[in-house]
């Protein structure tokens, strides 16, 4: 019989991988440490002499508890005033070119391009094509079939393949862009900025209904900068700006007496140029908005 502590190490160490795999399924940072939360306790009611790979046993747990969570959080969303945006999740200072391809997945156009999917769709294809494990695993991890597994991922993959939701852009393009999104703002012009937007940028925003932001979803170059400028110019160009990682690319956290008041991530087309902008402004997203330790 495993002892106490054997069941939490044996937890902990799967943990940062639970709270990945949770996160790209719900996007939500809270709905997630609640999923690995209840993964965990029901974990301390097993018998581990009787589970012959614990960490199968836990990432099959924790999906089911994700799909659930995922298919509850849909029917909330109904009610959610203005554009909803994942929950930004800050990662440090630095990317590191190994993990780039998984730093790519948890990208919010990535997360937002993953609500299209169903819920079974979005975990199979996170556990097969992000997490690398072999079909017979995710069909048992979900309670499917083999042959019902393949297709979710099959249709999951074309999803992700048009929408081009997923590919790395250069750390150096990416610090370029920054310089230059940072400048704009603060010098209230956007010529340095302007060669480096696609015609077709989006700038979304969410605060929730608890303070202003857009409440739908703004298009175009010409529209777009000149909201950077004269809107974003004024509110912000007083405030404090940090570049950090936050959802596998760099961002900003805009803070304003010591609060924070934003958080912007980006998303860029394949030819490197600037397609979103994401504004998160709900305080309820920004209240957990610390490093994490996640896959």
């Given at each position: 019989m495993q002892t106490?502590?054997?069941?939490?190490?044996?937890?902990e160490q799967a943990r940062p991988r639970l709270l990945g795999l949770a996160y790209r399924i719900l996007g939500s940072r809270a709905d997630a440490e609640?999923?690995?939360?209840d993964t965990f306790i029901k974990w301390q009611q097993q018998n581990a002499d009787q589970i012959a790979n614990p960490a199968a046993w836990l990432t099959s747990a924790c999906s089911r508890r994700c799909i659930d969570l995922l298919r509850a959080a849909y029917r909330k969303r109904v009610d959610y005033v203005g554009t909803?945006?994942?929950?930004?999740i800050q990662q440090g200072a630095t990317l590191e070119a190994e993990n780039a391809a998984l730093a790519s997945s948890l990208s919010t156009a990535f997360l937002l391009m993953l609500e299209r999917l169903s819920p079974k769709e979005r975990a199979a294809y996170l556990l097969h094509d992000i997490f690398d494990m072999p079909y017979p695993e995710v069909a048992a991890?979900?309670?499917?079939?083999e042959v019902a597994c393949r297709k979710l991922v099959s249709r999951a993959k074309r999803n992700v393949e048009l929408s081009q939701a997923r590919h790395v852009t250069p750390d150096r393009r990416q610090r370029q862009l920054l310089a230059a999104f940072e400048s704009a703002i603060t010098s209230g012009s956007a010529a340095g900025l302007m060669p480096l937007l696609a015609d077709d940028i989006r700038l979304t925003a969410d605060g929730g209904g608890k303070v202003s932001a857009l409440l739908h979803v703004l298009h175009g170059m010409q529209p777009v900068s000149e909201f950077l400028v004269a809107k974003l110019g004024l509110w912000w160009?007083?405030?404090?700006?940090?570049?950090?990682?936050?959802?596998?690319?760099h961002g900003f956290?805009?803070?304003?007496?010591g609060a924070i008041s934003a958080?912007?991530?980006?998303?860029?087309d394949r030819q490197y140029r600037l397609s979103d902008v994401f504004i998160m402004r709900n305080p309820q997203k920004l209240?957990?908005?610390?490093?994490?330790a996640i896959r």
């Open positions: 106490g502590t054997s069941y939490i190490a044996i937890f609640d999923a690995v939360q909803w945006l994942p929950e930004p991890a979900l309670d499917i079939t160009r007083d405030c404090q700006w940090q570049q950090v990682v936050i959802n596998g690319g956290i805009i803070s304003q007496n958080a912007i991530s980006f998303a860029y209240a957990l908005l610390t490093q994490v």
